[in-house]
């Protein structure tokens, strides 16, 4: 049995998947609410958001990733960061979550991934879970209804978290998988029931392809200045770096919080929905974001809230620190309607230094910004990877290592290119500690981060004066209005300098040393960098 709206020569069973129980097509937000309920998977919130927690995995689980090494990819995926799987493995993992899924009830949605018609993929995802295909609903690109009639999926993604993979039989690790076949067009999920594993797949499909045809994939956040597409921001970030928290400003035009593709024409968003961190969520500093974790069909996920109120407690990281809302983009006010951009204009890279050395913001030279493109430092922050208890320092290239299943130099140097081409003016942003280290120090106050920011794409600092940072070379403006001075100046807010002067040196080290992997292919000036 099947309801719902679907192209009828590219039913399940025309992809070899029979024996379901009922199969809901296309279902819309009201419907998957309500099914997502009914079947017990979660509890409706204040103004109708669903709330629903995830057990066991409440993060990704990268360990328990990977690409079937089939002959059509066997050149192009980075294989030491990406873990390979047999295809006769992969073969026996999928005829057993077949037979595993019979009986069983399942949601279609069939969505675009990439807002730019010439780049979009055309994906359908199968999931066990009602939330799960309402959370991909938002965080994906909606067909319109009739669009919905000849829609063929080009790329199908099959989340069953009831389904517990063997190491034996499938090549894997543990009960959990995420097995992406870029041959079969197929990508299976078991063992998790974190939401995220869902875009973080199709993220990497994207970063597979979108290379092959020129497009820079972008883990990266982006908007625009208003009512001008050519004033475009991006901010490249590993998770907990700010790519959510500072695109969602009221002063400039959302484009999307996470995944990106710069083009020939510009930026576009792989998405329709954003998925916010809500530990802490300030009311005060982030008014955007915190609305929405009280809007209809809001999955707010692995939050606990009061049985009397309904109120959500931001504060209680019981279920995990990564606690998460997925709305659509339109639940932020000032969000693109298109989700297009320019070519950036200005290109930022966070990162959430745990030690405390970096600059609040350094304005980088062409060469510079590879060089940390390629680095990608930061820390990984609690939860958002399965045993991450507290901020990790981490060099994780191109800002996402995780979900770059090509070679670091073919993203370094897609943006190189375009950098030249286009003359982005690039900064390092600090988004972590300062006055010390995790642990002594504070995290960077967000005012502090936002108005900085404000004043580089405003172009304000184009012409102040700058000091350039003994350690990284990169140039460090001295005074920025409404910064107090000090926060520009790392070592001037440690209160023990010589302390800090020995963290920096460590930190350099810590560079150069991991910079070594890439040297042989970087371009001159890249390799004529010398910190410390
Ligand atoms: N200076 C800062 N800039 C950005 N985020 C900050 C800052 N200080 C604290 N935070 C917090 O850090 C987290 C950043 O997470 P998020 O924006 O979701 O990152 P990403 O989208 O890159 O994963 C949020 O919880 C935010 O409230
Ligand atoms: C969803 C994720 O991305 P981010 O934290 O960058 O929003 C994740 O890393 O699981
Ligand atoms: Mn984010």
Redesign the pocket.
């Known amino acids: 049995m099947s309801t719902g709206r679907v192209n009828p020569a590219h039913r399940l069973e025309d992809q070899g998947i029979e024996g379901l129980g009922h199969v809901f097509y296309n279902l819309i937000e009201p419907q998957l609410v309500e099914q997502a309920v009914q079947r017990g998977e979660g509890h409706i919130g204040k103004g109708g958001a669903i709330m629903v927690s995830t057990g066991t995995h409440t993060g990704r689980s990268p360990k328990d990733k990977f690409v079937v090494r089939t002959p059509d990819v066997e050149d192009t995926i980075w294989w030491e960061n990406n873990k390979p799987m047999d295809p006769a493995a992969f073969d026996v993992l999928y005829a057993d979550m077949l037979e595993h899924m019979k009986g069983k009830d399942y949601f279609v949605e069939d969505l675009f991934g990439g807002a730019d018609p010439a780049h979009r993929l055309d994906v359908r995802m199968i999931t066990e879970l009602a939330w799960h295909a309402l959370f991909i609903r938002h965080m994906l690109r909606r067909p319109e209804r009739e669009e919905l009639d000849s829609f063929a999926p080009e790329f199908t993604i099959i989340n069953c978290p009831s389904f517990k993979a063997d190491p034996a039989r499938h090549g894997c690790r543990s009960e959990t998988v995420i097995a992406l076949n870029f041959t079969r067009k197929l990508i299976l999920i078991g063992g998790t029931e974190y939401a995220g594993e869902n875009k973080k797949s199709v993220f990497t499909l994207l970063n597979y392809i979108l290379p092959g045809k020129d497009v820079m994939a972008m883990h990266c956040?982006a908007n625009h200045a208003p009512n001008n597409p050519v004033d475009t921001a991006v901010?490249f970030?590993?998770?907990?770096?700010?790519?959510?928290?500072?695109?969602a400003d009221p002063s400039r035009v959302l484009i999307g919080?996470?995944e990106h593709g710069w083009s020939e024409k510009g930026t576009f968003n792989f998405e329709g929905g954003c998925?916010?961190?809500?530990?802490?969520?300030?009311p005060v500093?982030?008014p955007e974001i915190f609305a929405t974790t009280s809007m209809f069909s809001t999955v707010v996920e692995n939050m606990v809230w009061d049985e009397d109120t309904l109120d959500l407690d931001f504060a209680d990281d019981s279920l995990t620190p990564n606690m998460r809302c997925a709305y659509p983009l339109h639940y932020i006010s000032n969000a693109s309607e298109t989700a297009l951009g320019g070519h950036p204009k200005n290109i930022i890279m966070?990162t959430?230094d745990a030690f405390g050395v970096l600059p609040?913001i350094a304005r980088l030279t062409p060469a510079q910004a590879m060089y940390h493109f390629l680095s990608g430092f930061t820390s990984k922050?609690a939860g958002?990877e399965r045993g991450v208890v507290h901020p990790e320092p981490t060099f994780s290239t191109c800002f996402g290592a995780p979900f770059m299943p090509r070679r670091p130099e073919v993203y370094g140097n897609l943006l190189r290119d375009k950098i030249a081409k286009h003359g982005a003016t690039c900064w390092l942003v600090n988004?972590?500690w300062t006055g010390g280290p995790y642990g002594e120090g504070e995290?960077?106050?967000?005012?502090?981060?936002?108005t900085l920011l404000a004043a580089a794409l405003d172009g304000s600092l184009s012409d102040v004066e700058y000091r350039k940072d003994p350690n990284f070379g990169f140039e460090v403006p001295m005074h920025v209005q409404d910064v107090p001075d000090v926060l520009l100046d790392p070592r001037r807010t440690w209160n023990d300098h010589a302390a800090y002067d020995e963290q920096a040196t460590k930190l350099v080290k810590m560079f150069a040393e991991n910079f070594e992997q890439y040297i042989d292919f970087v371009d001159d000036d890249v390799k004529a960098i010398k910190l410390g």
């Not at 970030?237 to 695109?247: D, Q, Y």
């Not at 998925?275 to 300030?282: D, E, G, M, R, V």
Request: glycine share 10%; aromatic share 4%.
């Open positions: 956040s901010f970030g590993l998770s907990g770096t700010g790519k959510t928290t500072l695109s919080d996470d998925y916010a961190k809500t530990i802490n969520l300030s500093a982030e966070l959430s609040p922050v958002t988004t972590g995290r960077m106050p967000i005012k502090e981060t936002r």
